[in-house]
């Protein structure tokens, strides 16, 4: 049963448009993730945060920006689509502190025309 | 920082065989180690984790083994059935939680052959 919501699960929208992927937890996680991945393949950390008003960069570099103005929502923005960031985008959380599990949503695919 | 290398990158078993996924970390300070199964449109679920404490942990047909000294841990799936087929992710956890919590291995796409 999924505690993390993400939404829309899939868009198709055209270069140039801005767009928001949400995440929402109702599990009062305060550490929060962005994983960028092509379907079955690695997952790359594009953004996390510690809680709120803390937004960090991950491993891969990203056009994208987040926020995280409330604990439990975590969107992510792309101001400007190009076709270059069609990809899945997972949203994850956990508990602070060691050894924690990350439990994560079910994705947005979103296509870049 | 932390790299975990997991192999093999496919692995074909027939149904009703057991199928084993290694991974590889390199960070002694690593202390958790979580796996996950995705399967086709769906998220990573965690099916089971095992922490540097332990050395071996079960739950039904799957079963996680950690060897410290070698630093390295395995998932051990048995009597597959068809619904295991999916793409399993390990991952280590360094000790203080790390800035970004999780290091993932690149995936292993599992294949049950009826």
């Known amino acids: 049963e999924a505690d993390i919501y993400q939404t829309p699960r899939y868009l198709v929208i055209g270069t140039g448009k801005k767009i928001t992927l949400e995440c929402s937890q109702t599990?009062?996680?305060?550490?929060m993730y962005w994983y960028q991945q092509d379907p079955g393949m690695e997952l790359h950390l594009i953004h996390y945060?510690?809680?709120?008003?803390?937004?960090e960069k991950g491993d891969l570099s990203s056009e994208s920006t987040v926020s995280r103005i409330r604990t439990e929502h975590f969107p992510l923005t792309l101001e400007s689509a190009r076709p270059s960031h069609t990809s899945q985008y997972l949203c994850?959380?956990?508990?602070?502190?060691?050894?924690?599990?990350?439990?994560f949503g079910d994705g947005t695919r979103l296509s870049i025309l | 920082g932390e790299n975990v290398e997991q192999h093999p990158s496919t692995l074909s078993v027939q149904e009703g065989d057991s199928a084993v996924i290694k991974c590889t970390y390199s960070d002694s300070a690593s202390n958790y180690f979580p796996w996950y199964k995705q399967e086709l449109g769906k998220g990573p679920q965690l099916i089971i984790d095992?922490?540097?404490?332990?050395g071996e942990k079960k739950d039904q047909r799957i079963a996680v083994t950690l060897n410290k000294t070698a630093k390295h841990f395995s998932l051990h799936i048995t009597e597959t059935q068809p619904e295991d087929s999916a793409v399993y992710f390990c991952?280590?956890?360094?000790?203080?939680?790390?800035?970004?919590?999780?290091?993932f291995g690149k995936g292993t796409h599992l294949i049950i052959q009826p």
């Open positions: 095992i922490r540097s404490n332990v």
């Open positions: 599990m009062g996680h305060d550490k």
């Open positions: 991952a280590a956890s360094i000790r203080g939680g790390g800035a970004d919590g999780l290091t």
């Open positions: 945060s510690y809680g709120v008003n803390s937004t």
């Open positions: 994850a959380s956990s508990e602070t502190g060691d050894g924690q599990p990350q439990h």
